[in-house]
């Protein structure tokens, strides 16, 4: 796809908004008729990055379907911090049966809408536990059916609403509460975990996209270009955790950032299995920078830093950077000095 | 006028009469042919308007029926057996939601051992889920009770479970009167939903509810549940009106009249019971039989009422709770208590319940001689010699 | 639609929990000082008229520039720009070419014909304001729009002082400098010249002033005993540039030799190579980094042609012939003889060794201080007398052109509150926005925009302007890297980034707290790009 970058206005490339931008060019965050999506008052944590990333991409969603949208959502955090009875925080048409099945929902609500003739759109969401474990059978059948449903992935790389548990989309070495950070290879082991934006392009779907709470600008153009299209879709957002991840609250964009910037999480997009773009780094940091922020880390630093281990997770983010072409020539730091 | 038609292809034809919108299911022995005959008319055009899905398991199915109910369409789907355990969950969800999905269940037995013959445990699996559970003694009346489901479940906002026995009735070819098509409209019109999954009037369906409200919510889905003992003979008088055939209802009785003996049974079995019954009487003895229509809600008003005046009743079915009972012979006692109920288990996983080992059991009732609980035609032998050598103490509860 | 009993809620309910109450901390809104505005010397609201000028709304963004500094087209071209050194984007990739968009400004608004705001009100009170440079004519402007009569004398034949005898048109068009003299004369200024005030007490009374703002400047040129023979042509700078100013050049012959390192030094040789020296040297008794000339005076200098002779004094001028000492530095950095010379030869020496200030007018007054051989003032810029004020180069501070503009402006406004029987009170600067309180994130990377310059061969034979400026287009996308530290430009940062959407954007660039849902978090903080949000401990 191609993307017309904004043109230059002192923040405006890369900032939610500006007074100097058309309305056009701002992006949806910036408008104060935006649906929010999901209302004040919601019970997330301070800091919560779904709370944002499901703000952000469901109100993308709304303007790019002119408000025909229809969202399902799995159990967990986002389904739990926003609708404690009598208070619901949805101000778009919502609906959660379990934990597992969200992807199957979707599907049967897009398939009553097809069959009333409503030109409804539809969008699944859940968590990463949702998404890669218990909803994982569902998601995939979805996918190669090629139903017309948009899934979008709030990515805390945890159980976080059940008290922090390992999922496979928890990093290597970090700790959860089932992945102690004690014995010799403290945290969550190397060689684990599924990497769903790259199944989901096995799967030969239409679309997929990975995007952060850090690049809205970004991720907006991404849920635009996924609502043009019909049938299976997939978004990857990573939303960092505060409580999960043992970060201040107010670094989750921040932590976001660094996590793309680091290579750690390579941010692209997929059209049929075939990667079409990439979200090159701006300034290229080394893993560090985002682990040290963050206390599920904390086992690698301190008196006796695990070098070796940083290293292994600096040559994964380094194969994420080769695999995708993360680095351009406009990267700061294209080749991080030791 | 009747057609000489298989089970399953009476009841396909009988859900399309029903104008489903969206159809999904998942394979499993017997409820195939069922979901065969729908795609069929799906994939030909003959069921215009209508989405049939091919999902990955029993659990996606029902859940693309919670999405596709919840916007607004009519839906349907047809398991048995482990796909029903496997779906549990969100069978639940279903009810919970409200949500008036319409399900047939070809009645199988649940492994392990793996066993693909009926029995009622997949049904009795899903008891407490908060569905309507209907049982058909006959192909005439399963084609019936589905049409009867849809009107029933979108009346109430509850999702029906139609159990029909799986081969037994599935795969047997008999004479069934199918209702035209325009009969079926005048009697379900369209599926008007009580809450709608809508952009233009968005509420949040499936909030988290806490104990400040969760056992007012229970309570609530309970009594819309025994307000079907009211809608079910409601709709089951307007459909006799409408066929001139009288199918479903909560229960019906046989040779009641002056019955000092009453089995009570539900399914298919009732067929073979009543020959065996009839042939008891020949014998001077004073049987009849309870046919249990509807299994949930429990229609314990009409059972009592029904064998107000029986001494002894015998409950006959294909089920049970191991380390307790039958699961309908519970029921019915709590319906009769004070009075002498004894539970006969048959037919696990397919075994063949004939008409002489009826006719001895019920003569065994009228004796007196049935124990509180048994199994028919149980091959004891090998069940005390399996005892004997792990060392167990001997005997079964008879 | 009948929903059910508590599994299915209605739109808007959450809006009934006041997360609020989670707060320990609460983010404020706040206004920074950016390190521009804290380092210009003319106190201008540097940030506040860039921001103007990134919309393209020069006029307003002229308008906000002066309401500092009168004179942006003149200092657009001599400041030495303390507010670039200071720009945070200079750690970011370079610093914003504030200097080249204030000129663009001033250009603008000359070409256009833009009139300064109009005088104030009359008070009736009278002013006497002693010297025309940047000093006095910013405290002219001021004391105009603060409804004061201002009688402007000057002891030279046009205005301006040394920005018209000192610095060389190459450097400052006199149409310009006319331009922007002209727009402070249309505020209603009665304008004495060759006019020499010879006892600044005499003249107030004479004149019934109730006030007198000194701004003589720094006119004498500094002299060395230099062995020179009868023959050796020895000029001063001051007087040099004067005469150069005034069209009337003595003639310095083919290879002229300047002594001294300021800027003066520099705008003298490259003054003589335009007057056709072939050979200007300038001798310069320490070395490059001891220089007090500003960079880019060197750097233009050297690319016309002008060569150097570091750690070097002169010893006599006999003929032609100039001997120069080698010195080399001590370990105190300073120069010492080392008892090597060498010879050049030479057909003038010009003296560049800086400036002192005639400071006759006051000799008669002790209570008006002299120290070093400048007034002593308060801050408010008033001397001993009461009523007397100095500025610019005749008082104690670094002696350039916005310096002076902004002595101009205090001295005017000490002026003022004298007048009404005020005290002089300075406002408190807010907190500085330093580079620490930015996230540069936000910002595109966009590298500086360079004025262009006349090419070197038109600079020879010409005072016409090397510095040229720039076009719109650059000018447009030079304002906007501005990355407006320590102050909200709108760019819905915060607004965008509440996980509970608490804060409320009520027009473009203005936004609210809704502190019943603001759970404290602090990511608007972190990620407001300009610092201008802080997080203050919550009234518990």
């Known amino acids: ?338 | 006028m009747l057609t000489q038609i298989e089970g399953s292809k009476a009841i396909a034809e009988a859900v399309a009469r029903c104008r489903p919108e969206v159809v999904c299911a998942y394979p499993i022995s017997p409820q195939t042919h069922i979901i065969e005959a729908i795609g069929a008319m799906v994939k030909r055009g003959d069921l215009a308007r209508c989405e049939f899905i091919n999902v990955e398991s029993e659990y996606a199915a029902m859940s693309v029926l919670i999405g596709s109910s919840a916007a607004g369409a009519r839906s349907y789907t047809a398991t048995a057996s482990q796909g029903l355990l496997f779906m549990l969950e969100a069978v639940y969800s279903a009810a919970g939601l409200g949500l008036p999905i319409v399900m047939t269940l070809a009645n199988r037995a649940i492994g392990a051992p793996i066993n693909i013959w009926n029995d009622h445990s997949d049904a009795m699996a899903a008891r407490d889920t908060g569905w309507i559970q209907l049982f058909a003694e006959s192909n005439q009346e399963a084609v019936d009770l589905h049409i009867q489901a849809f009107k029933l479940a979108e009346a109430l906002s509850v999702p029906v479970m139609v159990c029909m026995d799986g081969f037994i009735l599935t795969h047997a070819v008999e004479g069934v009167d199918l209702l035209d098509a325009d009969l079926v409209d005048r009697f379900l019109p369209p599926f008007e939903p009580r809450q709608l999954l809508d952009p233009a009037n968005p509420v949040s369906i499936g909030a988290m509810v806490g104990p400040e409200a969760f056992e007012e919510v229970k309570v609530l889905a309970h009594l819309r549940l025994l307000d079907a003992l009211e809608e079910i003979p409601r709709v089951a008088a307007e459909f006799e009106a409408l066929s001139g055939r009288a199918s479903g209802g909560l229960v019906s009785g046989y040779r009641l009249e002056n019955a000092e003996v009453a089995v009570v049974a539900m399914g298919s079995v009732l067929g073979t019971l009543k020959d065996a019954v009839d042939a008891r009487r020949e014998l001077g003895e004073r049987v009849g039989v309870l046919g249990v229509s509807t299994f949930r809600p429990f229609p314990e008003a009409a059972v009592t009422d029904a064998l107000g005046h029986v001494e002894r009743v015998v409950v006959l079915e294909k089920a049970f709770n191991p380390g307790g009972r039958g699961v309908l012979a519970s029921d019915v006692a709590l319906a009769l208590a004070g009075r002498s109920v004894t539970s006969v288990i048959a037919g696990l996983g397919g075994r063949p319940i004939t008409r002489a080992s009826l006719e001895r059991t019920v003569g065994r009732a009228v004796a007196g001689t049935l124990p509180a609980m048994s199994f028919l035609d149980l091959n004891d032998a090998e069940v005390a010699a399996e005892r004997a050598r792990v060392g167990a103490s001997e005997g079964v509860a008879r | ?540």
């Open chain 1, 1 to 338: 796809m191609t993307r017309v970058p904004i043109r230059f206005y002192q923040v405006g490339s890369f900032a939610v908004g500006n007074r100097l931008l058309e309305d056009e060019d701002r992006t949806v965050q910036s408008d104060p008729q935006r649906t929010n999506s999901i209302d004040s008052g919601h019970r997330a944590c301070q800091g919560c990055g779904e709370a944002l990333g499901a703000r952000y991409a469901l109100d993308a969603a709304m303007r790019a379907t002119n408000g025909q949208l229809a969202v399902v959502n799995a159990t967990g955090c986002l389904e739990v911090f926003s609708t404690p009875y009598p208070e619901t925080s949805w101000r778009i048409a919502w609906l959660h049966s379990l934990f597992g099945n969200a992807p199957a929902v979707a599907t049967g609500v897009a398939a009553a809408l097809r069959v009333k003739g409503r030109d409804v759109r539809v969008i699944g969401q859940a968590g990463d536990g949702g998404t890669v474990d218990i909803g994982f059978g569902a998601l995939s059948g979805m996918f190669e059916r090629n139903d017309d449903v948009l899934f979008i992935c709030y990515d805390n790389e945890g159980y976080m609403n059940t008290g922090v548990q390992r999922s496979a989309a928890t990093p290597p070495a970090a700790r959860t509460a089932t992945t102690d950070a004690v014995g010799p290879e403290p945290g969550n082991v190397f060689g684990q975990g599924k990497d769903l934006p790259r199944i989901a392009m096995a799967h030969d779907v239409g679309y997929v996209a990975t995007a952060t709470v850090a690049d809205l600008h970004d991720l907006e153009a991404k849920v635009e270009r996924a609502m043009s299209l019909r049938g299976a879709r997939y978004l990857h957002i990573l939303v960092p955790c505060p409580l999960g991840w043992g970060s201040a609250s107010s670094d989750t964009i921040n932590l976001a950032r660094l996590a793309a910037e680091s290579g750690i999480f390579p941010v692209f997009e997929a059209e049929h299995g075939v990667v079409t773009s990439v979200t090159p780094i701006r300034r290229r940091v080394r893993v560090e920078e985002y682990l040290k922020r963050q206390k599920r880390y904390a086992h690698l630093f301190g008196t006796q830093p695990r070098l070796e281990v940083i290293a292994r997770l600096q040559a994964l983010a380094d194969a994420n950077i080769a695999r995708y072409g993360l680095v351009n020539d406009e990267t700061t730091n294209a080749t991080l000095e030791d």
């Open chain 3, 1 to 540: 639609m009948e929903t059910p009993f508590a599994i299915t809620l209605p739109v808007g309910t959450s809006r009934a929990n006041h997360t609020g109450s989670w707060r320990v901390e609460r983010p404020v809104y706040l206004h920074r000082l950016p390190p521009c505005n804290n380092a210009c010397p003319a106190g201008e609201n540097i940030q506040g008229w860039l921001y103007h000028a990134e919309a393209g709304e020069y006029e307003s963004a002229w308008r906000t520039l002066v309401e500092d500094n009168p004179l942006p087209a003149i200092m657009g071209r001599v400041c030495f720009h303390p507010c670039e050194s200071a720009c945070n984007r200079v750690q970011v990739d370079e610093a914003v070419g504030i200097n080249a968009v204030e000129r663009f400004l001033g250009d603008v608004a000359l070409e256009k014909g833009w009139a300064l705001p109009g005088p104030g009100p009359e008070t009736g009170r009278r002013v006497l304001v002693v010297g025309s440079g940047p000093a006095g004519l910013s405290a002219t402007y001021h004391l105009r729009r603060a409804g004061h009569a201002v009688t402007l004398v000057d002891g030279a034949a046009q205005l301006g002082g040394m920005m018209r005898y000192g610095i060389p048109a190459y450097r400052l068009p006199r149409v310009v400098l006319d331009g922007e003299i002209e727009r402070i004369l249309a505020l209603g200024v009665q304008v004495r010249l060759d006019h020499r005030v010879e006892d600044v007490a005499a003249e107030r009374e004479a004149g019934a002033y109730d006030a007198v703002f000194m701004a003589v400047g720094a006119q004498i040129g500094r002299r060395v005993s230099v062995p020179a023979g009868d023959s050796a042509r020895i000029v001063d700078a001051v007087n040099f540039l004067h005469a150069v100013a005034d069209e009337d050049p003595p003639l310095l012959g083919r290879r002229v030799v300047v002594y001294g390192g300021g800027d003066t030094a520099f705008d003298a040789a490259r003054t003589a190579k335009r007057l056709g020296a072939s050979d200007a040297v300038i001798v310069y008794r320490r070395n490059r980094e001891k220089m007090p000339a500003h960079g880019e005076e060197f750097e233009q200098a050297l690319g016309e042609g002008v060569t150097m002779r570091w750690l070097s004094t002169i010893s006599s001028f006999e003929g032609e012939r100039l001997v120069v000492e080698k010195m080399a530095l001590n370990e105190g950095g300073f120069p010492e003889p080392t008892g090597e010379f060498e010879e050049l030869d030479a057909d003038a020496l010009v003296l560049a060794l800086g400036q002192d200030t005639d400071l006759s007018l006051v000799a008669e007054h002790p209570e008006i201080s002299v120290e070093g051989g400048v007034v002593s003032v308060a801050d408010n810029l008033m001397t001993g007398l009461a009523g007397v004020f100095a500025g610019g180069d005749a008082t104690p501070a670094d002696r350039t052109a916005t310096v002076a503009v902004g002595h101009g402006k205090r001295a005017a406004r000490g002026i003022d509150d004298y007048l009404a029987g005020r005290e002089s009170v300075t406002a408190p600067k807010h907190e500085l926005a330093d580079f620490s309180k930015l996230n540069t994130w936000y910002y595109a990377d966009a590298p500086r925009q360079r004025r262009p310059e006349l090419e070197r061969v038109r600079r020879q034979g010409t005072f016409d302007e090397v510095i040229l400026g720039l076009t719109e287009q650059n000018a447009l996308f030079e304002a906007r890297r501005c990355m407006s530290c320590g102050n909200c430009f709108g760019c819905d940062n915060c607004f965008g980034v509440c996980p509970d959407n608490a804060v409320m954007k009520i027009a473009d660039g203005e936004y609210e707290f809704n502190y019943d849902f603001c759970k404290g978090c602090g990511i608007c903080v972190a990620e407001c790009p300009c610092g201008a949000i802080e997080m203050v401990p919550e009234r518990i």
